[in-house]
Nanobody
Framework: VQLQASGGGLVQPGGSLRLSCAAS????????MGWYRQAPGKQRELVAT???????NYADSVKGRFTISRDNAKNTVYLQMSSLKPEDTAVYYC???????????????WGEGTLVTVSS
């Protein structure tokens, strides 16, 4: 199972950016997907998660500005980020709680991070 994230880059404060993350491989079912971020010198923190049923959860710092969504048919999760602030600058990591084929239980999988820089 692999997670491939894309969409990071440099954006000005107040701007928007959309991240995508596609899961591939021997997948039986994806229970939940989400985004985490890690800023320089800080611990990795939750940004947003979404279950297979569409229930979402957001960090307080991004509520009202970020929207997480998923396309179950494509095994892809998106993070639409708006009104970006310099403090949103971080490496963003995609996460999936996935049950692989031939396994009974789910596991956490992580994609390689994608850098988001918010700066003028």
């Amino acid at each position: 199972v692999q997670l491939q994230a894309s969409g990071g880059g440099l954006v000005q404060p107040g701007g928007s950016l959309r991240l995508s993350c596609a899961a591939s491989g021997s997948i039986l079912v994806i229970k939940a997907m989400g985004w985490y971020r890690q800023a320089p010198g800080k611990q990795r923190e939750l940004v947003a998660t979404i279950t297979s049923g569409g229930s979402t959860n957001y960090a307080d710092s991004v509520k009202g500005r970020f929207t997480i969504s998923r396309d179950n048919a494509k095994n892809t999760v998106y993070l639409q980020m708006s009104s970006l602030k310099p403090e949103d600058t971080a490496v963003y990591y995609c996460n999936g709680f996935i049950v692989p084929l031939f396994r009974a239980a789910g596991m956490d999988y992580w994609g390689e991070g994608t850098l988001v820089t918010v700066s003028s």
